[in-house]
């Protein structure tokens, strides 16, 4: 019976495979959630209902949709509500003013953060320089592990402060860290993980572990001023309890650590692929900087730069899936959407449709010169003032790494290799990627 209660409500969509599961066997089946959806889409139109276990589910699949629901006022991101309902956090359980206030600490943590530690982030993207400068020209660099050492030694160092200058603790970070994202990407959502009490026990550890890590931070920077401002201070200084701390660090360092490392790699993997887009960031970047040296003014003055990643989180379809939960009962189209309905949008599906996005799987920066283009990226959350805090560090740390590394190097494709896709909650490459680098001077 549970199910008439979608058809009451109209929306297309399939019934439940299993009573208990729903339509979890689906989604493992098609290999990943994003993959589900795109089917689903194709198959019933821009607004479709599925189950996860009992629970009704409908997705958002076109910009149209996407705006008729997004609420412009609701400070809940949907991409760190989904975030929070698989770490069992209390997803933005507060009012209204009490979210908003959480919000703003985020970005205030961002902005000085990235303010007080651009010397950091400068030197830690010169260091991965020297090292492939050192390379033969024939060495293939196995850049997503090179991107990931690079985005947890920043973002680690630049979130939760001086501790991380120790290798060992950046290394034992990475592998908890590890542990609990690929249960996040993967385990919560094809219901894998409930069933096998090795990995459930293997993930609540690592997790303890990082919320151990956190709680020694917050401990030590309370009351205290540090000559260095990193993210954490910020929560610490505004009005929260350490509950609330602990949750917006663990869900901030977690993502931004993983998005970061990603849009580097796909940023890297789209420039070797289009020897013209590189030339002409190339270009942008000797004619904002000449021989001087990278500031954060200047960093601001690199357009082209910023909408070759807004291209890259396009095509790449860097986050593919956010959520936001029904608070009061709503319509979409002709559609109800009942109260407490889980409501996903289907970004990796938005992103790719053709009449939205010309060419849609065209690697093409040139495309956000269109400011309508510009605005409904925008809209959907992925610039702008919607963006979501861990997006906008990654933009800034990308663009430092960028600077530095095009300025230097060709950075080119290795020859005959195909790239697959892994869909999760962050987009990754399913095998390690390689490249080469040769010296420009």
């Not at 359980?93 to 303010?115: F, I, P, W």
């Not at 690929?182 to 409930?194: H, T, V």
């Not at 609330?244 to 977690?254: A, K, N, P, R, V």
Request: hydrophobic share 35%; with cysteine.
């Amino acid at each position: 019976m549970y199910w008439a209660f979608r058809q009451a409500a109209g929306i297309p969509g399939i019934t439940p495979t299993e009573e208990k599961d729903g339509n979890l066997p689906d989604i493992v089946n098609s290999g990943s959630l994003h993959e589900f959806l795109v089917n689903l889409h194709e198959r019933y139109g821009p607004v479709v209902s599925f189950w996860f276990g009992r629970r009704l589910v409908v997705s958002l699949g076109t910009v149209d949709v996407l705006k008729q629901h997004i609420n412009p006022n609701k400070t809940l991101d949907p991409f760190e509500t989904m975030l929070k309902s698989l770490l069992r956090y209390q997803s933005g359980g507060g009012n209204v003013s009490e979210n908003h206030m959480r919000k703003k600490l985020c970005e205030n943590g961002v902005t000085n953060s990235l303010k007080s530690n651009f010397a950091l982030l400068l030197k830690l993207s010169e260091e991965l320089l020297d090292k492939w400068l050192s390379y033969p020209e024939t060495q293939h660099v196995p850049l997503s592990q090179h991107m990931l050492g690079f985005a947890m030694k920043s973002v680690t160092q630049m979130v939760m402060g001086s501790t991380f200058e120790n290798d060992q603790e950046v290394i034992c970070f990475q592998k908890n860290h590890g542990t609990v994202w690929s249960e996040i990407g993967k385990g919560f959502l094809d219901g894998s993980l409930d069933k096998n009490t090795t990995r459930k026990k293997q993930y609540e550890d690592a997790l303890v572990q990082l919320e151990s890590v956190l709680r020694n931070i917050i401990k030590e920077r309370k009351g205290r001023n540090f000559s260095q401002h990193i993210f954490i201070d910020s929560l610490v200084q505004g009005n929260l309890n350490d509950q609330q701390i602990l949750e917006d660090s663990m869900i901030f360092s977690l993502a931004s650590c993983i998005i970061t490392a990603k849009l580097c790699t796909w940023a890297i993997c789209f420039l070797t692929t289009s020897e013209e887009v590189q030339k002409k960031l190339y270009e942008e970047i000797n004619q904002v900087f000449g021989n001087g040296p990278i500031t954060p003014e200047k960093i601001e003055q690199l357009r082209y730069c910023q909408h070759v990643l807004c291209e890259t989180v396009r095509t790449a379809k860097l986050t593919p899936v956010s959520a936001q939960l029904q608070d009061i009962e709503g319509k979409i189209d002709q559609f109800i959407i009942p109260r407490e309905t889980l409501v996903l949008y289907a970004l990796g599906v938005v992103l790719q449709d053709p009449n939205t996005w010309p060419s849609p799987h065209k690697f093409d920066p040139d495309r956000f010169d269109d400011e309508l283009i510009m605005k409904t990226f925008s809209s959907l959350g992925f610039s702008g003032t919607r963006e979501c805090p861990e997006l906008r560090f990654a933009y800034m740390v990308t663009t430092v790494l960028l600077s530095v590394l095009v300025k230097r190097l060709h950075l080119l494709s290795v020859e005959g290799q195909v790239i697959e896709t892994k869909y999760e909650l962050v987009t990754s490459s399913r095998e390690e990627a390689w490249i080469t680098v040769s010296k420009r001077y």
